[in-house]
């Protein structure tokens, strides 16, 4: 494999992201790993990752510089250059000057010769984030690049194959950066460009084997594209061992249930079990207005709800030879759910996804994770491989606390009446418009403390405003507000404030992310 090395932060998972997307398998290891840890693996390359830290802070992570004398074609992206640089001999300065955001730099005469940097314009946009900078290569290294503020920006020791860059090419913003990371894999590393999603099917399916045995599991399925693509690995991995449950929250959109019970059982042929639980979910959910404590409410009664199911259906199968208990869930959990949680390394806690960070602390379940190291795209194509039916593996997002989390302030069955009808008749403009593939998915929420004034028929209303919240986005990590047409808006609007009483105004959400969440809470 690729070693990616996480320095913390966000990055690692997205440098793997793009290493396989040049069809190079890569796995993730922490910085503390030593170097013959490291040859153990017979890595064909090491990337090392960028972090939160300076070279200098006390609390630096450290690294075991004997990796750099492996002989394996080593590639360090921002702090991880820096920590090339200084192992090697070079010098990293606190110029005091930070770079964040869009930077140009300039290649040197020499880019046009190095394995990362030829055929590449000379004049380039690239993604910085970094106050230190590397003030002087190491000994036998050729500066391929610079800033206005950076004078080492890049740089290369051919005959050791040991790279750098200051920037990050794993972002898009960076215009050539995936070319800088395929030019490093392929030419630098001579790797070959042959793995694929199928890939990732056979791992997980050996992985999810040797977990489970002979055990049986049950898969929490919420009708959305993560839960389906999880549940058929692992109907793949162990078949008929394998019972699928759908809960009824009470927060589900219009349709939803029916949708979940025809679409994905026709589909699959997996076993269904579907609870109703509208009522414990509702019960529990009853003036709360803290979105965190929402989310950990319904991450709890979520898995309350897997155990009495588990239970049950142990116990209804008594009489045959199925073990005493059901100690393995499967859940969907993508990599974005993982980071916001703030289950990365050293990462911040954004909002705690129902299945990461809202799980209950006494939870007995074993999880069965497939998707945890993917983004949103990568298992779209993993499910299309899986024969999942494109309805499914093309659905927009829907988080799993569902309505929930969109009616800002508390829940109650009248509230998401409301908001029920308001988000059916935006997604029915959305698709009638052929805008479904184009945004990411549109929120519809419901500011449910707030009214306002208006006026109707000849009478004064006083009202709730519904928000549309329509982005576009890659993987969720970050979006931007769509350009919906305004004849499409307009029709939403009209027929919102026309067919759901209670609601008055439609406001249009014109945030990226960031600042903004694509959820309100
Ligand atoms: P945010 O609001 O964090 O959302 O920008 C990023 C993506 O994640 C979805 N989302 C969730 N999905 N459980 C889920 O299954 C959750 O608790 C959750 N919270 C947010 C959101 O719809 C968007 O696609």
Redesign the pocket.
Known sequence: PVLVVDFGAQYAQLIARRVREANVYSEIVPHTISAAEVAAKQPLAIVLSGGPSSVYAEDAPNFDSEIFSLGVPTFGICYGFQTMAVALGGEVARTGKREYGSTHVVLSDQASSSSILAEQPGNQIVWMSHGDSVAKAPEGFQVLASTDDTPVAAFANEERKLYGVQWHPEVLHSEHGQEVLAAFLHRAAGIPNDWNPGSIIEEQVARIREQIGGDEVICGL?G?V?SAVAAALVQRAVGEQLTCVFVDHGLLRKDERRQVEEDFVAATGVRLVTVDAREQFLGHLEGVTDPEEK?KI??REFIRVFESTAARLVEESRTDDIPGEIKFLVQ?TLY??VV?SGGGTGTAN???????G?LPEDMKFELVEPLRALF?DEVRAVGRELGVPEVIVSRQ?????GLG?RIIGAVNEERLAILREADAIAREELTAAGLDSEI??C?VVLLADVRSVGVQGDGRTYGHPIVLRPVS?ED??T?DWSRIPYDVLAKISNRITNEVEEVNRVVLDVTS?PP?????E
């Open positions: 919420s959305g993560d989310r319904i991450g969907g974005p759910d916001e954004i909002k705690s996804h129902h299945n990461v809202g949103k997002p829907f988080p799993g606390p989390i990411w998915q929120p986005s969720a990590m979006a992310k903004g969440t694509i959820e309100w």
